[in-house]
């Protein structure tokens, strides 16, 4: 704690070295974070979602290291692989896929772990990067994420699925 070791309060961070250390950029802003703690800290939850799903359709999973693929009954659970389309597009891999072979239905479900105040900018980039445009940089604004190429589209057109993305973010 920057303020009981007598330093400023917008101290620079100890980790990137490059940002005032505040409690949103340790928690969610931190490049040095970015591919450590953040990915644990997601991947804690997405395991939640992913045991709750394969409870839901009857499929036995291992929880300590996710099973890439699980099928039974004609419903496929994928844990963080690529859908193969056709679409040259950037963003192909939900956290969670869930496909009902029967109806020709997919449920992808993308995990999000955020500052409280940037809880629905989230969700809406997930949404965008999967049903409006995924050629796009997952950072660009919001307001300039025009439609384009995008996975929900290529999974009709090349696998005759419709999809539904399901931003869930905490």
Same mark, same amino acid.
């Given at each position: 704690?920057?303020?009981? /070791?007598?330093?400023?309060?917008?101290?620079t961070c100890?980790?990137?070295k490059?940002?005032c250390?505040?409690?949103?950029? %340790?928690?969610?802003?931190?490049?040095?974070?970015?591919?450590?703690?953040?990915?644990?800290?997601?991947?804690?939850?997405?395991?939640v979602i992913?045991?709750?799903?394969?409870?839901?359709?009857?499929?036995?999973?291992k929880?300590?290291?996710?099973q890439?693929?699980?099928?039974?009954?004609?419903?496929?659970?994928?844990?963080?692989?690529?859908?193969?389309?056709? $679409?040259?597009?950037?963003?192909t891999?939900?956290?969670?896929?869930?496909?009902?072979? %029967?109806?020709?239905?997919?449920?992808?479900i993308?995990?999000? %772990?955020s500052?409280?105040?940037?809880?629905?900018?989230?969700?809406?980039?997930?949404?965008?990067?999967?049903?409006?445009n995924s $050629?796009?940089?997952?950072?660009?604004?919001?307001?300039?994420?025009?439609?384009?190429?995008?996975?929900?589209?290529? /999974?009709k057109?090349?696998?005759?699925?419709?999809?539904t993305?399901?931003?869930?973010?905490?």
């Open positions: 704690n920057a303020a009981k /070791m007598g330093k400023a309060r917008n101290a100890r980790r990137c490059a940002n250390e505040t409690p949103e950029h %340790v928690v969610s802003c931190c490049p040095f974070q970015r591919h450590t703690g953040y990915v644990e800290r997601h991947n804690a939850v997405a395991k992913y045991k709750a799903m394969a409870k839901q359709y009857g499929l036995d999973v929880m300590r290291n996710p890439k693929v699980v099928n039974k009954d004609g419903i496929e659970l994928r844990w963080d692989q690529n859908i193969h389309v056709s $679409t040259s597009i950037r963003y891999k939900p956290d969670i896929v869930i496909i009902d072979k %029967v109806s020709r239905r997919a449920h992808l993308e995990v999000g %772990v500052w409280h105040e940037r809880l629905r900018t989230q969700q809406r980039r997930k949404l965008y990067k999967y049903e409006r $050629t796009l940089d997952e950072n660009t604004a919001l307001d300039k994420w025009d439609a384009g190429p995008n996975l929900v589209a290529a /999974m057109s090349d696998l005759n699925l419709d999809a993305v399901y931003p869930i973010v905490i």
